[in-house]
């Protein structure tokens, strides 16, 4: 047995998983987080997942930490393993008289580091199985696009279904456009060109999903963000999932629709395929 | 000074303020929670509130704690303090893979007592100024009218203003339809009808509202439970607000309209001013 102290949890830098019950993360859910992977123990498109949680603080309101610091707490967390996830969660700390914002706020910065995600190889190779959620996401634009606390409708979409041969559930939004799944985002290949769902009124922008698109572009390849319907998904030559986790995994069959993964899909894959930071 | 031991926080029956950081109601805002008014070492109108608790423990699949045992708790938090604010969180406790939630979670449930409130007695009697907020209440039917944990939207629009005189900001949905308060319910009288805005696209349903609902009928009172626009409020005769722990507030200025603590709202006022468990 290994006996090496392994650093797994820092809150503000200490080695601690006690959150005070007053934060406003756990009340209120205010805050944001970045999950990353891990890999030869360095986080996987760091200056990307940076960026993103600097913007969601300038939207929030939130101090953003300071990116010396935040690195090397990142650094403690990955040198002990190769391999794993880490998720970062920054919330505005403690107090404030109910909602109201304290007005020196001292945030809270939890960062854990968890195992390497164990989803079965072919979801990279052979795709996966999709369903549609009966759980919508609400229109809100001011919080579109955010990686924030509130995810009450990912956990309910999420409990949807415990059948483990099907790997993700696509989100409608309440009127009807398919917008991203419970911990992924849609891209589907129509006639060579990209097409992904507009995040402007709901979801979650991923850093994959900007990746891919960046990607996209390099390759010459046409990118369309916009509405996407249940028929867009039925008339698609290819359709793949995003996140900085799985990367890209092929959708093989999605509402009585089969699917090959496509070469748009595959080429895409392997150019992402990259630790970039 | 008084040296007694005052119990203020219990999570799960134990007095500590620390809880786990894999939370769920950290991590996701996936929980409840319930605002009371302590009163005379009792907690007010315990029934609705139980009774709130239990109907979105069931819209969110949450294990409901056992009344008893939770009441017991909030005894022993009341027994120190007469008077008193008591916040009780619920939330689905650690574990589970992402967002899936655990096949057998153990819930957390965080009781707090706080000091009694210390509004001006004038909000009472003389009334309150009131603005609009800009952010805007995103519509989502699957969890409106629940007091879930996802409150970044009351965060961000209390964030608006910190000028003391103006009491409590109105928010809009995304539609422009007034919807609530960030912290309190709505309703204003018009022409002897009592309208207060539908709750199914999106705010809480707060339990000082529907007591408030159910006093009207008693008393005779039309209520009317629709959409309300910014003309609505220009055009009542009284308008005020409601939470468990403010009562009634009359709304004294609100958008360059002034009203004075009508007829209706002082009925009312009094009406609900017990304290009923």
Same mark, same amino acid.
């Given at each position: ?6 650093v ?43 960026a ?17 610091l935040? %690195?090397?707490?990142?650094? $403690? /967390?990955?040198?002990?393993? @190769?391999?794993?996830? *880490? +998720? ?16 020196d ?7 854990t580091?968890?195992p390497?995600?164990?989803y ?5 190779t052979?795709?996966?199985?999709? %369903?549609?959620?009966?759980? $919508? /996401?609400?229109?809100?634009? @001011?919080?579109?696009? *955010? +990686?924030?606390?509130?995810r ?54 991923g850093?994959m ?15 369309n ?8 998904l ?44």
């Open positions: 047995m290994d006996v090496r102290h392994l797994s949890t820092l809150i503000n830098g200490i080695e601690t998983c006690d959150i005070d019950a007053q934060d406003r993360g756990f009340q209120y859910g205010d805050g944001l987080f970045e999950t990353l992977r891990i890999r030869a123990n360095r986080p996987c498109l760091w200056s990307q997942h940076l993103r949680l600097a913007h969601g603080c300038g939207r929030l309101g939130l101090l953003m930490p300071d990116e010396t935040l %690195r090397d707490e990142v650094d $403690r /967390l990955c040198r002990d393993e @190769a391999d794993g996830v *880490l +998720k970062i969660v920054l919330t505005r700390g403690s107090g404030g008289r109910g909602y109201r914002p304290p007005e706020p001292t945030p809270t910065r939890l960062l580091r968890f390497a995600a164990d079965p190889p072919e979801n990279r052979q795709g996966v199985v999709v %369903r549609i959620c009966d759980t $919508r /996401l609400g229109l809100n634009p @001011a919080l579109a696009g *955010l +990686k924030h606390l509130n009450l409708e990912q956990v309910l979409a999420r409990a949807e279904w415990s059948d483990t041969d099907i790997a993700e559930g696509l989100m409608q939004d309440i009127e009807g456009n398919i917008i991203e799944g419970t911990m992924s985002n849609l891209f589907v290949v129509q006639a060579g060109i990209l097409r992904t769902p507009g995040l402007s009124r709901c979801g979650v922008a850093v999903r900007a990746r891919v698109m960046a990607e996209a572009e390099v390759l010459g390849i046409p990118v963000e916009g509405r996407l319907g249940l028929r867009d039925a008339a698609a030559d290819e359709v793949f999932l995003t996140n900085s986790v799985i990367g890209i995994w092929p959708v093989r069959q999605l509402v009585g629709c089969d699917y090959v993964p496509g070469p748009l899909t595959t080429h895409l894959a392997a150019a992402v395929d990259m630790c970039n930071d």
